[in-house]
């Protein structure tokens, strides 16, 4: 019936243009600064990935949708805070540049507990690193002076870049063009409903 289409899917959470301008903002102060390869990730396609799922069998999707809504289940908005800056896996052998998200409440881990449940009742293996929330500005490919990005991150390490309201918790396609991905919206669960 749906023969062997796969699509390429992660939950995540969109951040809004206030934030999306801020971090971007922050990646021109690091560009000036770090001496390397980096893939910076566009500002636009910043979110706040709960759990990227990889290649998903079509015949899935709806069973993610219907785990994405159990999880929103019961929770109200609630606000997230950008903060702090750093790199996986750390500063020596630095591979990816980050935001950090600070949270008065456990409810953005709450989300990612229950989906990770729903996930695994549907097929899904259970996420087996632990939960870090961030954003990720981009990914070092090499660097030419790795002293750069120390300098670079003292120098933003105090940027504000302000909070918002989590709204909804949206599963999106992604797909790789030649000029970047793109991705689309296929299902938004709002939070409070």
Not at 15 to 25: A, G, M, N, Y
Not at 62 to 86: H, M, R, V, Y
Not at 150 to 172: D, P, Q, R
Not at 176 to 190: M, R, Y
Request: proline share 4%; glycine share 10%.
């Amino acid at each position: 019936m749906y023969g062997n289409k796969t699509r390429r899917l992660f939950i995540a959470i969109e951040l809004p243009d206030h934030i999306i301008r801020k971090l971007k903002e922050l990646q021109d102060s690091l560009k000036k600064e770090v001496k390397g390869k980096i893939s910076w990730s566009k500002p636009e396609n910043i979110h706040l990935t709960l759990i990227f799922l990889g290649d998903v069998s079509e015949e899935k999707v709806e069973g993610i949708k219907a785990s994405i809504k159990g999880a929103c289940e019961g929770i109200n908005q609630f606000i997230l805070l950008p903060e702090g800056i750093g790199c996986f896996p750390d500063i020596k052998n630095p591979r990816v540049i980050w935001v950090g998200i600070k949270t008065e409440n456990n409810l953005l881990n709450d989300i990612f507990e229950r989906l990770g449940a729903g996930l695994q009742d549907i097929g899904f293996e259970k996420e087996s690193r632990k939960f870090h929330p961030h954003l990720t500005l981009g990914r070092i490919k090499y660097f030419e002076d790795r002293e750069s990005l120390k300098k670079g991150i003292a120098g933003v390490h105090g940027i504000f870049i302000g909070e918002f309201e989590v709204k909804s918790v949206i599963l999106f396609e992604s797909r790789l063009k030649p000029e970047g991905a793109v991705h689309t919206k296929l299902k938004e669960i709002k939070l409070g409903g």
